[in-house]
Each structure stands twice: as structure tokens, then as C-alpha cells.
């Protein structure tokens, strides 16, 4: 007998190695395509603008929630204090680089009474908090110190700085995340502050 006969089919030397090439390139090719979806994504990410993300809470009347107000300062802050007329709530901190630069317009949209803008100091130490408000100034009506981040977790706090537009309903109207510009204050926020501002209850 042939020695190539005594070889089952199954065990033919062509089958052989195809079967173990195609498990080859099934265990290379799926890490490859995961890495290249995250890549993808991660790519996606680098071109998004950061201010563009929505926020679930839009149109949701703004968490329940009371805090204590910085220190040396008074009143603190609670949901209730939201209610009745259109108002702003910042977001800021005094370890936050970013807080610095929009906090000139907050100064300058506080002396001219446009709109109570109330302040919620995030993940801050009480004393920092304090000497940061009295170098830079007091843009705020009301503050609320939230130490540990967790009235911030239920407002859907992604950083700082950011600032929250609340209508009369005392719902949350809009979003703005990073420094608010000049050009973000003319363009967007006061324009929505005028139009609520027109709104019933």
C-alpha cells in the first residue's frame, strides 16, 4: 500500500496546515479589529467639542439638594432657591485653571444685575474656597459648598468650570461646559436668558 493512502483524510498534509493557518488569523484578526474600533472611537472623541455633550437633565427640574455656603459667606444654597425666576448656576473651584478665566465676566454680569448667579463650589477646601473668592471677587448671590461631589453627581457634573441656565419652573434649561467667553455669553446664554425670561411660570 501507498504510504500517502495510509493517511485519513482528515489528516492529509494540505489540511493540516490550513486548518491551523485559519485559527491563526481568526486569533490575530479579532484583537486587531477591537483595537481598531477603540482607535476609531478614541479618534471620534479627539474632534468632538467637549461643550457639544448633552446632558440628560435638560428640561428635568434641577435635583433636590441643600448645601452649606462657603466658607465666611451666607446664604448656602438649595434647590427652592432655584425656583421663581430665571437664574444661573455656575460651577467653579478655586484648583480650577479655567474657573480664573471666565471669572472676570462673571464679576462684570454681576455688577451689571443681569441675572442672580449662584455658586456651586466643587470638591474645594473650605479655606481655599474662601481666600479664592476674596482675591478674585464674589460674582455670587447664594453659594453651596459641595465637598464631597455629591450634589455635583446628581446634577450630571462632567468638570469645571460649568454653568447651568434654570428657568422659573426651576428646570434645568441648558448646559454649558468649560469657560463661558465672551462670545458663548452674546451668542447663547443671554439670548436664552432674555426668552425665558419673557416665560410664564
Known amino acids: 500500500m501507498n504510504r500517502l493512502d495510509a493517511i485519513k483524510p482528515e489528516q ?17 484578526l479579532l484583537p486587531l479589529s477591537v483595537f ?41 444654597l438649595a434647590r427652592q432657591d432655584l425656583m421663581g425666576k430665571v437664574s444661573m448656576v455656575n460651577v467653579f473651584a478655586s484648583w480650577c485653571v479655567a474657573c480664573r478665566q471666565e471669572h472676570p465676566l462673571l464679576m462684570q454680569l454681576s455688577r451689571q444685575g443681569v441675572i442672580p448667579i449662584h455658586g456651586l463650589n466643587y470638591k474645594d477646601k473650605p479655606q481655599e474656597a474662601a481666600d ?23 446634577w450630571g457634573v462632567y468638570g469645571v468650570p460649568e454653568t447651568f441656565i ?30 425665558l425670561s419673557t416665560k410664564d411660570l
Open 12 to 28: 492529509s498534509p494540505e489540511a493540516i496546515p490550513a486548518t491551523k493557518g485559519h485559527k491563526l488569523r481568526l486569533s490575530m
Open 36 to 76: 481598531l474600533l477603540i482607535a476609531v472611537l478614541l479618534g471620534m472623541g479627539l474632534f468632538m467639542d467637549p461643550k457639544l455633550v448633552p446632558s440628560p437633565l435638560i428640561g428635568k427640574p434641577v435635583p433636590e439638594f441643600s448645601l452649606q455656603p462657603v466658607q465666611g459667606r451666607k446664604p448656602g
Open 132 to 154: 479664592w473668592l476674596d482675591s478674585l471677587g464674589d460674582p455670587y448671590t447664594r453659594t453651596g459648598a459641595d465637598l464631597d461631589g455629591r450634589v455635583g453627581i446628581d
Open 166 to 195: 434654570i428657568d422659573k419652573a426651576g428646570r434645568i434649561a441648558y448646559k454649558h461646559i468649560g469657560p463661558i467667553a465672551q462670545k458663548d455669553w452674546e451668542e447663547t446664554l443671554q439670548p436664552l436668558i432674555e426668552e
